[in-house]
């Protein structure tokens, strides 16, 4: 039986009537056409769906829609401010941090959260505080090197 | 060519769309009325199918229809093998199983309706009988004897083949000392992280069918799907979207792909697939798999005499596109970085109840470079001679290029002395050393490995290629001045949009901005080859040059008709040609053409009065407005040049690393990691950079943690990321690297290309440094991946 | 990877999870779902209800009471990874909590739903072992205690029966001449532990060891208690050999898993390589 539910995603109310079933990365990409969240794994390894819900990193294709209700979420469409990109974004577009993209929305959000509880990660700290996302194009360097530039200009912000 | 931008580490132009999740991959194309297909799959190796009872499923909420085998089965072309090798046996590989089912994985049924979630309930509502057979598995056995997959054949061998030059067994016999060493390339999945997906969408008035794919070859991959179903070619327009990762797994036209596009056109509608993990584990092809002996007869100062490759190649129960090529290419590389006077390779082709093998980043290569680069090290241990003296006791010098193989190759150009020499100063090799003896002295397991290697790119010459070894480009100047280079080529995460812009920019002195690179629609672009092999930049980069050069010769005739001047007396300096008298004037008081500036309500009229300097970009505008063309000139401005290089490109390099081994467990852990990397002229460095960090991360994840395993019923036992280790950033050492440059003389770029350099040198590299820090307890060798619990062993003998 | 379809409530009080699952035999608790989720994607799980509690906003806390640390069942591994108070008061805590998966999934999964679902190669139950826990299950009829060496069944089996929630874990504060050390070879894909040992140990005042609690994970049905160990170590001074010779004894009496990563040799070999390795830094911190 369909449930109904309240999601703020992006800043954007939304209410919808969806099947239990339903995996909230589904609802984000089906239903609000937020296609940005991708499913990589299926088995919550790969980290190419996570998403911020209620301010922390969580895989989007391992929880239901309906456990969201209520939630406030922020997906990679949702980072950037009034069109600036956000410094997590600017660090992968300036340290080359992405091949193929597909894993960089998941491995973006993520980012963030790490700089967010540690402001100034060692490269050791990032690398362990990325175990959750899996990239096959970079060989991760200069996804260290895009979270260090994230967070020095946060700082500097 | 004024380099402003060829050469600069230049940030990616397809970027902003990625980094804020608004790019395309095929799942995030969405179509209204779009139904969705579901498979159902076999669950054993090999079974007879009894029966497929359907009726459920067909009752079942959302189906519009369900498929078998028996659909397909006169509609539907097999799925197709462009290798031609030989005697080779090609199995007739229908998109659906028809009798038989030959691997788990391998699709019995597709389910078609509204929305994914009732498609995957559907599914289970059909219900497949199977008579278990008797499995092949094992390759060795597989070649033998036992269970016989395809019974028309006869046995399981697909084909045999011996290449090489010069006289092996005298090579051999003249040899002080002969080392032998049996390996095994473990069976890998290249695992993008996009898996793969297919929207078909078929227009009943028009007669036409579009396909989204995730793939690396979009024309060709219209060509074949065209033929497998009967449309004709020019009523199909395949789109490659954003494609998240190839790595050779979408250098395919896989049985989906073609079905799709059949049910779209039997429904109408448009019909969408996105591959589940565990599905891309056990149906997209795999790569590797050879067991091989090698045989490497040297003198007593380290001279190598011979080498002879003895292997069996598991192909998996079909093949597919390029399955029984592959092994092949391991022949061509196995002279790898040093002259050997004989080189023979014994291959067997093996077919098992197995998903398919075919191309994995490096294809064929990665499996002869560690043979050879394992075997110098067998040999330096053999000799008690530093592995480094082996290495440069066998490389040609720099002035011997081209050099001839006895694998019958002309390397093009190298200095192999040179970057190794590099990669032992930035690592400081003998501090190294010094610091091991001490280390051991204290108990501890630090192991040094290096390997030098030479790869094989820019696939290829039409003549070593199955379908054409070319690349097109079309570069056009539009009206208002912005530039559209159309390139055959698929890039797919190699940042091609930027780096032929780069060249197209500074070729033409135009802004970067200007340039847009536009690639993976065959409506749009010419007919091209695709990306793999390591060849985008090495001929697609050179067919966009080319062109460019062709389209330049035009503009010139326009200016110097409008300039009034010798065309051939017009200098061309930052995007404006100039009338000899003008040239040392310069163009300050020349007025520019505006390009993406403040929107503009009607095209200018070019104003040519008195002009002693002409921008390229206006050109363009007089060659589309068309009044003032020199005479029996063609309006318009643009260029199409197919480019057919003359030979490979072959890059090379060094790498060294040091592991430390944790005595207790096994547990390997780096503390360094050199790359010096030769790939001829670098258009971008932060591109190669990336190419090379991502390509050694998939070698360290074939030397210590990926494996796909089949147990012995032939049931997949890896089959999710939750088994199938891929490296994760915390395992990942950081990467010290470094280049050399020595320009391919095979293309006028003087790149060789990058793609597949990381992957095939390094694997070689960790795992010499394994075998060398266990190398006290008498270890020689030891396979892939070196899982904790097989170096464990070694130590406790 | 979708699951087959299910109805669904979210209880706002305990007994209102309680009367569901009263009345609804086959009904599931879902927690973070980290381990429920996947089965069910998998279709190995297909329970016609799911019963969430992860609103329920008294399951959800870290306190100590009179010496004694309760935790509710829906704290996140992230929660307790990151808590300032058993930082001080109970580190095994935290640190084991830290080598559960990843960010991700410690900010969702919890101490509870992990607990209850008794993965073999799952962290906590080495810890609840050490640490001597006591779990609170609560059903329509009350509650009762369940201690941790009872609480561990057999593989994804618990003591917890038809009708019963884990509502808290306790445990007794140590003193400060207690040591507590998490050490773990964790797998290269899942991140489960291939070995995990937790060691939980109390000096005398002359240094000698006064009590000795291990719990092992990964090697077995389930995670054990690591009684031939704990003796080995009980009464005396605690140096490299001595630490050693207890180590020895990981593994005896269990039936050992073997797999594809770790045969049971090499795994009986990790029990001990980790268990001694625990022990070690378990009782450099007592010091």
Request: charge should be negative; aromatic fraction near 6%.
């Given at each position: 039986?369909?449930?109904?539910?309240?999601?703020?995603?992006?800043?954007?109310?939304?209410?919808?009537?969806?099947?239990?079933?339903?995996?909230?990365?589904?609802?984000?990409?089906?239903?609000?056409?937020?296609?940005?969240?991708?499913?990589?794994?299926?088995?919550?390894?790969?980290?190419?769906?996570?998403?911020?819900?209620?301010?922390?990193?969580?895989?989007?294709?391992?929880?239901?829609?309906?456990?969201?209700?209520?939630?406030?979420?922020?997906?990679?469409?949702?980072?950037?401010?009034?069109?600036?990109?956000?410094?997590?974004?600017?660090?992968?577009?300036?340290?080359?941090?992405?091949?193929?993209?597909?894993?960089?929305?998941?491995?973006?959000?993520?980012?963030?959260?790490?700089?967010?509880?540690?402001?100034?990660?060692?490269?050791?700290?990032?690398?362990?505080?990325?175990?959750?996302?899996?990239?096959?194009?970079?060989?991760?360097?200069?996804?260290?090197?895009?979270?260090?530039?994230?967070?020095?200009?946060?700082?500097?912000? | 060519?004024?380099?402003?931008?060829?050469?600069?580490?230049?940030?990616?132009?397809?970027?902003?769309?990625?980094?804020?999740?608004?790019?395309?991959?095929?799942?995030?194309?969405?179509?209204?009325?779009?139904?969705?297909?579901?498979?159902?799959?076999?669950?054993?190796?090999?079974?007879?199918?009894?029966?497929?009872?359907?009726?459920?499923?067909?009752?079942?909420?959302?189906?519009?229809?369900?498929?078998?085998?028996?659909?397909?089965?006169?509609?539907?072309?097999?799925?197709?093998?462009?290798?031609?090798?030989?005697?080779?046996?090609?199995?007739?590989?229908?998109?659906?199983?028809?009798?038989?089912?030959?691997?788990?994985?391998?699709?019995?049924?597709?389910?078609?309706?509204?929305?994914?979630?009732?498609?995957?309930?559907?599914?289970?509502?059909?219900?497949?009988?199977?008579?278990?057979?008797?499995?092949?598995?094992?390759?060795?056995?597989?070649?033998?004897?036992?269970?016989?997959?395809?019974?028309?054949?006869?046995?399981?061998?697909?084909?045999?083949?011996?290449?090489?030059?010069?006289?092996?067994?005298?090579?051999?016999?003249?040899?002080?000392?002969?080392?032998?060493?049996?390996?095994?390339?473990?069976?890998?999945?290249?695992?993008?992280?996009?898996?793969?997906?297919?929207?078909?969408?078929?227009?009943?008035?028009?007669?036409?069918?579009?396909?989204?794919?995730?793939?690396?070859?979009?024309?060709?991959?219209?060509?074949?799907?065209?033929?497998?179903?009967?449309?004709?070619?020019?009523?199909?327009?395949?789109?490659?979207?954003?494609?998240?990762?190839?790595?050779?797994?979408?250098?395919?036209?896989?049985?989906?792909?073609?079905?799709?596009?059949?049910?779209?056109?039997?429904?109408?509608?448009?019909?969408?697939?996105?591959?589940?993990?565990?599905?891309?584990?056990?149906?997209?092809?795999?790569?590797?798999?050879?067991?091989?002996?090698?045989?490497?007869?040297?003198?007593?100062?380290?001279?190598?005499?011979?080498?002879?490759?003895?292997?069996?190649?598991?192909?998996?129960?079909?093949?597919?596109?390029?399955?029984?090529?592959?092994?092949?290419?391991?022949?061509?590389?196995?002279?790898?970085?040093?002259?050997?006077?004989?080189?023979?390779?014994?291959?067997?082709?093996?077919?098992?109840?197995?998903?398919?093998?075919?191309?994995?980043?490096?294809?064929?290569?990665?499996?002869?470079?560690?043979?050879?680069?394992?075997?110098?090290?067998?040999?330096?241990?053999?000799?008690?001679?530093?592995?480094?003296?082996?290495?440069?006791?066998?490389?040609?010098?720099?002035?011997?290029?081209?050099?001839?193989?006895?694998?019958?190759?002309?390397?093009?150009?190298?200095?192999?002395?040179?970057?190794?020499?590099?990669?032992?100063?930035?690592?400081?090799?003998?501090?190294?050393?010094?610091?091991?003896?001490?280390?051991?002295?204290?108990?501890?397991?630090?192991?040094?490995?290096?390997?030098?290697?030479?790869?094989?790119?820019?696939?290829?010459?039409?003549?070593?290629?199955?379908?054409?070894?070319?690349?097109?480009?079309?570069?056009?100047?539009?009206?208002?001045?912005?530039?559209?280079?159309?390139?055959?080529?698929?890039?797919?995460?190699?940042?091609?949009?930027?780096?032929?812009?780069?060249?197209?920019?500074?070729?033409?002195?135009?802004?970067?901005?200007?340039?847009?690179?536009?690639?993976?629609?065959?409506?749009?672009?010419?007919?091209?080859?695709?990306?793999?092999?390591?060849?985008?930049?090495?001929?697609?980069?050179?067919?966009?040059?080319?062109?460019?050069?062709?389209?330049?010769?035009?503009?010139?005739?326009?200016?110097?008709?409008?300039?009034?001047?010798?065309?051939?007396?017009?200098?061309?300096?930052?995007?404006?040609?100039?009338?000899?008298?003008?040239?040392?004037?310069?163009?300050?008081?020349?007025?520019?053409?505006?390009?993406?500036?403040?929107?503009?309500?009607?095209?200018?009229?070019?104003?040519?009065?008195?002009?002693?300097?002409?921008?390229?970009?206006?050109?363009?505008?007089?060659?589309?407005?068309?009044?003032?063309?020199?005479?029996?000139?063609?309006?318009?401005?643009?260029?199409?040049?197919?480019?057919?290089?003359?030979?490979?490109?072959?890059?090379?390099?060094?790498?060294?690393?040091?592991?430390?081994?944790?005595?207790?467990?096994?547990?390997?852990?780096?503390?360094?990691?050199?790359?010096?990397?030769?790939?001829?002229?670098?258009?971008?460095?932060?591109?190669?950079?990336?190419?090379?960090?991502?390509?050694?991360?998939?070698?360290?994840?074939?030397?210590?943690?990926?494996?796909?395993?089949?147990?012995?019923?032939?049931?997949?036992?890896?089959?999710?990321?939750?088994?199938?280790?891929?490296?994760?950033?915390?395992?990942?050492?950081?990467?010290?690297?470094?280049?050399?440059?020595?320009?391919?003389?095979?293309?006028?770029?003087?790149?060789?290309?990058?793609?597949?350099?990381?992957?095939?040198?390094?694997?070689?590299?960790?795992?010499?440094?394994?075998?060398?820090?266990?190398?006290?307890?008498?270890?020689?060798?030891?396979?892939?991946?070196?899982?904790?619990?097989?170096?464990?062993?070694?130590?406790?003998? | 990877?979708?699951?087959?379809?299910?109805?669904?409530?979210?209880?706002?009080?305990?007994?209102?999870?309680?009367?569901?699952?009263?009345?609804?035999?086959?009904?599931?608790?879902?927690?973070?779902?980290?381990?429920?989720?996947?089965?069910?994607?998998?279709?190995?799980?297909?329970?016609?209800l799911l019963v969430d509690i992860g609103r329920i906003k008294d399951l959800s806390y870290i306190r100590e009471d009179h010496g004694q640390i309760q935790i509710g069942a829906m704290t996140t591994h992230y929660q307790i990874e990151s808590s300032d108070l058993l930082k001080k008061i109970c580190p095994l805590l935290p640190e084991c909590a830290g080598h559960i998966g990843d960010v991700q999934v410690r900010n969702k999964g919890t101490i509870g739903g992990s607990v209850a679902h008794s993965d073999p190669s799952g962290d906590w139950p080495a810890a609840i072992i050490a640490l001597n826990a006591e779990l609170v299950a609560v059903s329509k009829n009350g509650e009762r205690l369940v201690k941790a060496d009872d609480f561990f069944v057999d593989l994804?089996?618990?003591?917890?029966?038809?009708?019963?929630?884990?509502?808290?874990?306790?445990?007794?504060?140590?003193?400060?001449?207690?040591?507590?050390?998490?050490?773990?070879?964790?797998?290269?894909?899942?991140?489960?532990?291939?070995?995990?040992?937790?060691?939980?140990?109390?000096?005398?005042?002359?240094?000698?060891?006064?009590?000795?609690?291990?719990?092992?994970?990964?090697?077995?049905?389930?995670?054990?208690?690591?009684?031939?160990?704990?003796?080995?170590?009980?009464?005396?001074?605690?140096?490299?050999?001595?630490?050693?010779?207890?180590?020895?004894?990981?593994?005896?009496?269990?039936?050992?898993?073997?797999?594809?990563?770790?045969?049971?040799?090499?795994?009986?070999?990790?029990?001990?390589?980790?268990?001694?390795?625990?022990?070690?830094?378990?009782?450099?911190?007592?010091?």
């Open positions: 039986m369909k449930q109904a539910i309240s999601i703020n995603v992006n800043e954007v109310d939304h209410r919808d009537e969806v099947e239990p079933r339903l995996l909230l990365v589904h609802y984000l990409r089906d239903l609000l056409g937020l296609t940005g969240t991708h499913v990589g794994c299926e088995t919550s390894i790969c980290g190419a769906c996570t998403i911020l819900v209620d301010g922390q990193a969580v895989k989007s294709c391992t929880m239901f829609a309906v456990q969201a209700d209520g939630a406030n979420i922020t997906t990679i469409e949702g980072l950037a401010t009034n069109g600036n990109l956000h410094p997590m974004q600017e660090g992968f577009w300036e340290k080359h941090g992405l091949q193929c993209g597909y894993c960089t929305p998941g491995m973006i959000i993520a980012a963030t959260q790490l700089i967010d509880r540690n402001p100034n990660p060692s490269r050791d700290e990032i690398r362990h505080g990325l175990e959750g996302n899996l990239c096959r194009c970079t060989g991760y360097q200069h996804i260290v090197e895009a979270v260090e530039y994230a967070a020095k200009k946060k700082a500097d912000l | 060519m004024a380099a402003k931008y060829v050469g600069k580490r230049i940030k990616r132009t397809e970027d902003p769309r990625l980094i804020k999740g608004l790019a395309h991959y095929v799942d995030d194309v969405r179509l209204p009325d779009t139904l969705h297909v579901a498979f159902v799959r076999s669950i054993y190796a090999h079974a007879r199918i009894t029966s497929i009872d359907v009726t459920e499923a067909l009752k079942a909420p959302g189906v519009v229809a369900v498929y078998t085998g028996k659909d397909i089965a006169t509609t539907v072309g097999p799925v197709p093998c462009a290798a031609a090798l030989p005697d080779l046996k090609i199995p007739d590989y229908r998109v659906l199983a028809t009798g038989k089912a030959l691997f788990v994985g391998h699709p019995i049924a597709a389910v078609v309706a509204t929305d994914r979630y009732l498609a995957r309930d559907a599914a289970d509502l059909i219900s497949v009988d199977y008579e278990e057979l008797p499995v092949a598995v094992d390759v060795e056995a597989s070649a033998k004897g036992g269970p016989v997959i395809h019974e028309q054949f006869g046995s399981n061998i697909a084909y045999t083949l011996t290449s090489g030059e010069g006289d092996i067994e005298a090579a051999l016999k003249s040899a002080d000392h002969i080392v032998t060493q049996r390996m095994v390339h473990q069976r890998l999945a290249p695992v993008a992280m996009e898996g793969r997906g297919v929207l078909a969408r078929y227009f009943p008035g028009e007669e036409e069918l579009t396909l989204w794919s995730s793939t690396q070859i979009p024309h060709l991959m219209r060509t074949q799907v065209a033929l497998m179903i009967g449309l004709p070619e020019n009523k199909l327009r395949v789109i490659t979207p954003e494609v998240g990762g190839g790595f050779g797994s979408k250098l395919n036209v896989y049985a989906e792909e073609a079905l799709l596009a059949w049910i779209s056109i039997q429904l109408g509608k448009p019909v969408k697939w996105i591959e589940s993990r565990r599905e891309n584990m056990q149906a997209t092809i795999h790569g590797r798999a050879q067991v091989g002996t090698v045989e490497v007869g040297c003198k007593n100062d380290g001279t190598i005499t011979g080498l002879r490759y003895n292997v069996v190649a598991d192909l998996g129960a079909y093949h597919q596109l390029l399955t029984p090529a592959i092994p092949t290419l391991t022949g061509l590389m196995l002279s790898g970085a040093y002259r050997i006077p004989a080189i023979q390779m014994n291959v067997t082709g093996v077919f098992t109840n197995k998903m398919s093998t075919d191309a994995y980043r490096g294809a064929g290569r990665p499996e002869a470079t560690y043979v050879v680069e394992r075997a110098m090290d067998i040999v330096a241990a053999e000799l008690k001679i530093d592995p480094v003296e082996v290495r440069r006791k066998n490389f040609p010098a720099k002035t011997e290029f081209p050099f001839h193989t006895a694998t019958g190759l002309d390397y093009d150009s190298g200095d192999y002395e040179a970057a190794l020499d590099k990669a032992l100063n930035l690592s400081g090799y003998a501090k190294l050393r010094a610091e091991q003896a001490k280390a051991r002295a204290a108990g501890k397991l630090i192991g040094i490995g290096m390997s030098s290697y030479v790869e094989i790119c820019a696939l290829g010459p039409s003549q070593a290629m199955p379908a054409g070894g070319w690349e097109s480009a079309t570069v056009r100047i539009e009206p208002t001045g912005t530039v559209t280079v159309l390139t055959g080529a698929s890039p797919h995460g190699q940042g091609q949009e930027t780096s032929f812009a780069q060249i197209a920019a500074d070729e033409l002195g135009v802004d970067l901005n200007a340039v847009t690179v536009i690639h993976g629609d065959t409506a749009i672009v010419q007919y091209g080859i695709g990306t793999f092999g390591s060849r985008a930049t090495a001929v697609g980069g050179t067919a966009v040059l080319i062109a460019i050069q062709k389209l330049k010769e035009k503009a010139a005739k326009i200016a110097a008709h409008v300039l009034r001047c010798e065309a051939s007396s017009l200098a061309f300096e930052g995007g404006r040609y100039s009338r000899p008298s003008a040239a040392a004037a310069s163009a300050v008081s020349e007025p520019d053409v505006a390009v993406g500036e403040a929107p503009a309500g009607a095209l200018p009229e070019p104003d040519t009065e008195g002009r002693s300097t002409l921008t390229i970009q206006e050109i363009a505008l007089i060659a589309h407005i068309a009044k003032e063309l020199p005479p029996d000139t063609e309006p318009g401005l643009s260029a199409t040049y197919f480019f057919e290089p003359k030979n490979f490109t072959f890059p090379f390099g060094t790498h060294i690393c040091v592991v430390e081994i944790d005595k207790e467990t096994g547990e390997t852990k780096f503390l360094r990691y050199v790359a010096v990397d030769d790939c001829g002229k670098v258009i971008n460095p932060l591109l190669v950079d990336g190419q090379i960090h991502g390509g050694i991360v998939q070698a360290i994840g074939q030397a210590l943690y990926e494996e796909v395993v089949y147990d012995e019923q032939g049931q997949l036992v890896t089959g999710e990321l939750m088994d199938y280790a891929l490296p994760k950033a915390s395992q990942m050492p950081w990467f010290e690297l470094d280049r050399t440059e020595t320009p391919s003389p095979v293309n006028p770029l003087g790149v060789k290309g990058v793609g597949e350099a990381g992957t095939i040198g390094a694997t070689p590299a960790v795992v010499n440094a394994i075998v060398d820090a266990l190398s006290p307890y008498g270890v020689k060798h030891l396979d892939m991946p070196a899982r904790p619990e097989a170096v464990w062993k070694l130590i406790t003998g | 990877m979708i699951s087959a379809p299910f109805d669904y409530v979210r209880a706002n009080t305990l007994d209102e999870a309680l009367a569901l699952l009263a009345q609804n035999e086959d009904a599931k608790i879902l927690a973070g779902g980290h381990s429920l989720i996947p089965a069910m994607k998998l279709r190995l799980a297909m329970p016609p994804m089996t618990t003591a917890l029966e038809a009708g019963e929630i884990l509502r808290e874990i306790r445990i007794n504060k140590s003193n400060d001449r207690t040591g507590q050390a998490y050490a773990k070879m964790h797998h290269p894909a899942s991140g489960f532990a291939v070995v995990g040992v937790a060691a939980n140990l109390t000096l005398d005042r002359n240094g000698g060891c006064e009590k000795a609690s291990i719990g092992i994970t990964g090697v077995s049905s389930k995670a054990y208690r690591a009684l031939a160990v704990e003796s080995a170590l009980t009464g005396s001074a605690l140096d490299e050999q001595k630490i050693a010779n207890a180590a020895a004894h990981a593994a005896d009496g269990v039936d050992i898993n073997g797999d594809l990563f770790a045969s049971e040799d090499y795994r009986r070999h990790l029990a001990q390589v980790f268990t001694k390795r625990a022990i070690a830094a378990a009782t450099e911190r007592a010091g």
